[in-house]
């Protein structure tokens, strides 16, 4: 039976697991507490791919000794071998007494195979439902999207003034968002494996799509969605491609020479099929996913042609909108999704889970496209 005492050593387990966020794909972040009677005996987290995983990492912070007492992982045990061991036979081996975990991993290698092997050897175990175990879901989300689709998990980024606007009648957009969502948005990008914009946002905004944090933190794939390959050989993203990794995704019509000169310049170049003219997001997101090592998770920060694109094409998860307290106004100034658009309000997109919080003078405002998590 689950007590107060199983969440609260969990939540510890969690609050673990958040310091390998963004540095363990394609691992998922995990974290393991070991306890016997009430002490805390060991704990640990997976650190980055081909480190210890949390169990093992927890048990070597208890000198090994852990037989009769009860571990708290975020995820199912692995039971198969990667680049380590599996996890269910270190734990059998040790003597654990009883596992508590907090979600299922649903990889195919996994999907509770895990949990059977851990109960065959005789070893209690309880998987834990509620805030808790939502919690751990949305913690590895676009790992468990990945595992069940194949496919990214995509977060729509965008920051906006009060009415709509994510630049003037002019195109200035510096900044409509301040510091502190700057800040914050320079996390979501150490979290992403990949960030996407189009090519429009490449040629106006020149930007680098770096994360810019302090800290061991790998730099995100950059990519263009870009179906002419039109991006400029002096532009910054170009420019470092050889010290951050940056693709260029075209369609199939995108002229040959073109191409070439991307490649010369250190971009790498994916060829996606074409839809109605443009870019199939569909393809290219597959394509993306079945890289090696794939893209798990891609934060699609602009512009508002590619967001309509993604937004027709259903593939967006998450949507995470900056809401600055100002007005803008301006007939021909530009909202975060443009294109078609839909014809009546009944067909529009609808959110679920929608949260907000503070940050600096802004409101983050932040709602998934399923009602329940991955």
Same mark, same amino acid.
């Given at each position: 039976?689950?007590?107060?005492?199983?969440? !609260? %050593?969990?939540?510890?387990?969690?609050?673990?697991?958040?310091?390998?966020?963004?540095?363990? @794909?394609?691992?998922?972040?995990?974290?393991?507490?070991?306890?016997?009677?009430?002490?805390?005996?060991?704990?640990?987290?997976?650190?980055?791919?081909?480190?210890?995983?949390?169990?093992?990492?927890?048990?070597? @912070?208890?000198?090994?000794?852990?037989?009769?007492?009860?571990?708290?992982?975020?995820?199912?045990?692995?039971?198969?071998?990667?680049?380590?061991?599996?996890?269910?036979?270190?734990?059998?081996?040790?003597?654990? !007494?009883?596992?508590?975990?907090?979600?299922?991993?649903?990889?195919?290698?996994?999907?509770?195979?895990?949990? #059977?092997?851990?109960?065959?050897?005789?070893?209690?175990?309880?998987?834990?439902?509620?805030?808790?175990?939502?919690?751990?879901?949305?913690?590895?989300?676009? %790992?468990?999207?990945?595992?069940?689709?194949?496919?990214?998990?995509?977060?729509?980024?965008?920051?906006?003034?009060?009415?709509?606007?994510?630049?003037?009648?002019?195109?200035?957009?510096?900044?409509?968002?301040?510091?502190?969502?700057?800040?914050?948005?320079?996390?979501? #990008?150490?979290?992403?494996?990949?960030?996407?914009?189009?090519?429009?946002?490449?040629?106006?905004?020149?930007?680098?799509?770096?994360?810019?944090?302090?800290?061991?933190?790998?730099?995100?794939?950059?990519?263009? %969605?870009?179906?002419?390959?039109?991006?400029?050989?002096? @532009?910054?993203?170009?420019?470092?491609?050889?010290?951050?990794?940056?693709?260029?995704?075209?369609? @199939?019509?995108?002229?040959?020479?073109?191409?070439?000169?991307?490649?010369?310049?250190?971009?790498?170049?994916?060829?996606?099929? !074409?839809?109605?003219?443009?870019?199939?997001?569909?393809?290219?997101?597959?394509?993306?996913? !079945?890289?090696?090592?794939?893209?798990?998770?891609?934060?699609?920060?602009?512009?508002?042609?590619?967001?309509?694109?993604?937004?027709?094409?259903?593939?967006?998860?998450?949507?995470?909108? %900056?809401?600055?307290?100002?007005?803008?106004?301006?007939?021909?100034?530009?909202?975060?999704?443009?294109?078609?658009?839909?014809?009546?309000?009944?067909?529009?997109?609808?959110?679920? #889970?929608?949260?907000?919080?503070?940050?600096?003078?802004?409101?983050?405002?932040?709602?998934?496209?399923?009602?329940?998590?991955?």
């Amino acid at each position: 039976m689950v007590t107060g005492i199983d969440i !609260s %050593f969990m939540q510890r387990a969690l609050n673990l697991a958040e310091l390998g966020r963004g540095k363990t @794909s394609p691992n998922p972040a995990v974290g393991a507490v070991i306890v016997r009677g009430d002490e805390v005996i060991g704990e640990g987290y997976h650190k980055r791919a081909g480190a210890d995983h949390a169990e093992v990492a927890a048990i070597k @912070s208890a000198n090994g000794d852990i037989s009769g007492a009860t571990v708290y992982v975020t995820l199912e045990p692995c039971c198969h071998k990667g680049r380590t061991g599996p996890c269910t036979e270190v734990l059998i081996e040790a003597g654990v !007494s009883r596992v508590v975990m907090a979600a299922l991993d649903p990889s195919t290698k996994v999907n509770g195979k895990g949990m #059977r092997a851990l109960e065959a050897a005789g070893i209690q175990v309880e998987l834990l439902n509620g805030a808790v175990a939502a919690r751990a879901r949305a913690q590895n989300e676009g %790992f468990r999207k990945h595992a069940v689709t194949g496919l990214p998990f995509v977060t729509f980024k965008s920051a906006m003034s009060m009415d709509g606007k994510i630049a003037t009648k002019s195109g200035d957009s510096r900044w409509i968002s301040g510091k502190e969502s700057r800040a914050l948005v320079h996390a979501m #990008r150490a979290e992403a494996d990949a960030i996407a914009v189009g090519g429009g946002t490449a040629l106006v905004d020149d930007p680098m799509l770096t994360c810019r944090l302090a800290g061991d933190y790998p730099q995100p794939l950059r990519i263009v %969605f870009d179906s002419g390959a039109n991006l400029s050989l002096e @532009s910054n993203l170009a420019r470092t491609a050889a010290e951050v990794r940056t693709m260029v995704i075209v369609s @199939s019509k995108a002229p040959d020479a073109s191409v070439d000169a991307l490649r010369q310049a250190g971009v790498e170049v994916m060829v996606a099929a !074409s839809a109605r003219g443009r870019i199939d997001i569909g393809d290219a997101l597959a394509r993306l996913g !079945s890289m090696d090592p794939p893209v798990l998770s891609l934060l699609l920060e602009g512009g508002p042609t590619l967001a309509a694109s993604f937004v027709e094409a259903g593939v967006i998860d998450k949507v995470m909108v %900056f809401v600055a307290p100002r007005l803008i106004g301006g007939e021909s100034a530009k909202t975060p999704v443009e294109g078609g658009g839909f014809n009546l309000v009944g067909e529009a997109l609808p959110l679920f #889970r929608l949260s907000h919080q503070k940050i600096g003078e802004d409101i983050l405002i932040t709602a998934y496209t399923a009602e329940e998590e991955w």
